[in-house]
């Protein structure tokens, strides 16, 4: 472990709902959760004003409601939120050659590589002006933690939040991890948690002093000698700049459990082409295939089967996806499915097509239309696929021939309600229309920030408009470190969402603030569909232009000013 705190961890604030306050004026200052709109979808960032009600992510959106039914329930807009990352992850390479995305939102930083930091002073002026860079080029705040490992770097990063930064200086991390909980560590969960409680340790300090072998005895060798080495704040590994995906999968939750064996047959063959669009969008390929079924009760059973080479060609993988399905008792019911492809490879290998295991007079699966079988079907039989087009999801942005930009607040019976304004304008007015109104039609998101070319990859000097910062040691205990092994590959949703490239479920929800609801009340949000999405770092963006070598001088303090102490 390095002897200087110049790793840092930056995680956005409340990214997604933060998001969408920025854009939408009229929800600035309100609680706004993001995620899957239907009956079984799942939170996926609640802003802080719905925190204060107990919203919170991963909880299922029905409970959510029950405890902010006021709130504005908004169906994720993975456009934006990519962008937006662009933009911050940029900025972060602008520091360092090292930088590792785990999610949209969070990344590690080694300043070192960068040459940017060398020791604490250096480090905190970095992350402050970073964090007065994000504020300029996105508008949305970030949360730093500076440290001597990606461990610590972690937890101090979930003690700023929000919109803060705290440094832990090196020497201090046995005495401010001692008292924290043990589920501060990164691998301890609540069955581990509750393993280590029956045993009488609860926190950190505690943990240490239960000794390597007696945490091996209670845990098994990996598990105890891992966590005691980070009872120790031993965190060796390195900041590393391109992850290697492990798989591609997609899945998708169902409002309505699935009892037709035809029904569940041609949604894995869809899922299946999903899975490989997004293989080959990747430039990847796979050996294994995998299916996922969760069934009525819960129970969730994975299948799998390996090819002879790698493939990304979509017949290989319907058909070792339809083989495996045939595996699976569906009986009862089916609430969620999922095909995913591992042991991935750059090439893709021809021999025999890839199909060692199709033998002769074995059934192959037929094609499906994409939109067939959907959660809320799009299209009817013998309709035009533009109807699809014509559902409105809240949240999501709209423009008007005659009024301009505005966003979906809701749509129900026909009818489509839509506030009208933009990131930069005043709380806009709130108008009702048909859905099949000409006039209004899907439009891409507004930048949150106005496009200055002053305002390109700098921000203010110093971070005077940052706010809430502090810079402080051993303080708060913090959740455990995620988003290892993660790729831009892709990754496996929680229940409750879909993938990103999936339309299943994304239906109309009703609305409010127009004359187009009915049985729901003014200020109120009602059902839309699942869209609740798993997302990782996206390309280079936007640079930073941090010093590249050490300053003779760096001005500027943030919100309360940065400080450090003892």
Not at 132 to 146: E, F, K, N, W
């Amino acid at each position: 472990m390095r002897n200087a705190p110049t790793i840092l961890h930056l995680d956005m604030d409340a990214f997604y709902a933060s998001a969408e306050q920025a854009a939408k004026p009229s929800l600035r200052g309100k609680a706004v959760v993001v995620g899957g709109l239907g009956p079984r979808g799942v939170v996926a960032t609640a802003s802080y004003e719905a925190r204060v009600f107990g919203v919170h992510s991963a909880m299922p959106m029905a409970q959510a409601r029950r405890l902010a039914p006021n709130a504005a329930y908004l169906v994720p807009r993975f456009g934006l939120y990519r962008e937006v990352s662009e933009q911050v992850m940029g900025l972060l390479r602008g520091l360092s050659p090292l930088v590792e995305p785990l999610s949209l939102d969070e990344a590690f930083v080694d300043l070192e590589a960068g040459e940017v930091a060398w020791d604490a002073e250096s480090a905190r002026l970095a992350g402050v002006k970073l964090r007065a860079d994000i504020r300029t080029v996105t508008g949305l705040t970030g949360s730093v933690g500076l440290a001597a490992s990606k461990m610590l770097a972690k937890i101090a990063s979930e003690e700023a939040k929000p919109d803060g930064l705290v440094l832990i200086e090196p020497g201090t991390e046995r005495a401010m991890l001692g008292p924290m909980s043990v589920r501060t560590l990164p691998g301890v969960g609540p069955a581990t948690g509750d393993h280590l409680r029956r045993a009488g340790i609860t926190t950190v300090e505690e943990l240490a002093e239960a000794g390597e072998d007696e945490l091996v005895r209670l845990l098994g060798k990996a598990h105890g000698h891992a966590l005691y080495a980070m009872a120790l704040a031993r965190d060796e590994r390195p900041v590393v700049a391109e992850r290697e995906a492990k798989s591609v999968s997609v899945e998708d939750t169902y409002d309505v459990d699935i009892h037709d064996r035809t029904r569940v047959g041609m949604e894995v063959q869809r899922l299946a082409d999903r899975c490989v669009q997004r293989l080959r969008g990747a430039g990847l390929s796979g050996r294994t295939i995998v299916l996922k079924v969760r069934r009525y009760d819960f129970s969730t059973l994975t299948r799998s089967e390996t090819l002879r080479g790698p493939t990304d060609d979509p017949a290989v993988v319907r058909e070792a996806a339809a083989r495996l399905l045939d595996s699976v008792d569906t009986t009862g019911g089916v609430r969620l499915l999922g095909v995913g492809v591992s042991g991935l490879a750059d090439y893709t290998q021809e021999d025999l097509f890839a199909q060692a295991h199709v033998g002769a007079g074995e059934p192959v699966a037929q094609e499906q239309p994409e939109a067939v079988g959907a959660v809320v079907a799009d299209e009817a039989a013998g309709e035009e696929p533009a109807v699809a087009e014509r559902h409105w999801r809240a949240g999501h942005d709209v423009r008007h021939a005659e009024y301009g930009h505005g966003w979906v607040q809701g749509s129900g019976l026909g009818r489509v309600t839509v506030r009208f304004e933009t990131p930069d304008s005043a709380p806009g007015r709130v108008r009702t229309f048909r859905t099949d109104d000409p006039n209004l039609e899907p439009a891409d998101p507004l930048p949150l920030v106005a496009r200055r070319p002053e305002a390109a990859g700098a921000g203010a000097s110093g971070a005077g408009a940052s706010g809430g910062e502090a810079s402080r040691l051993g303080v708060g205990a913090v959740g455990s470190s995620g988003g290892a092994g993660e790729s831009s590959a892709g990754r496996e949703g929680s229940e409750g969402g879909t993938d990103e490239s999936s339309g299943v479920g994304d239906g109309a929800a009703s609305g409010t603030g127009g004359s187009g609801s009915a049985g729901v009340p003014a200020g109120s949000w009602a059902d839309g569909a699942d869209g609740a999405v798993s997302e990782v770092a996206g390309p280079e963006g936007q640079a930073s232009s941090v010093p590249a070598r050490r300053p003779k001088s760096w001005s500027g303090s943030g919100g309360r000013g940065a400080t450090s102490r003892p």
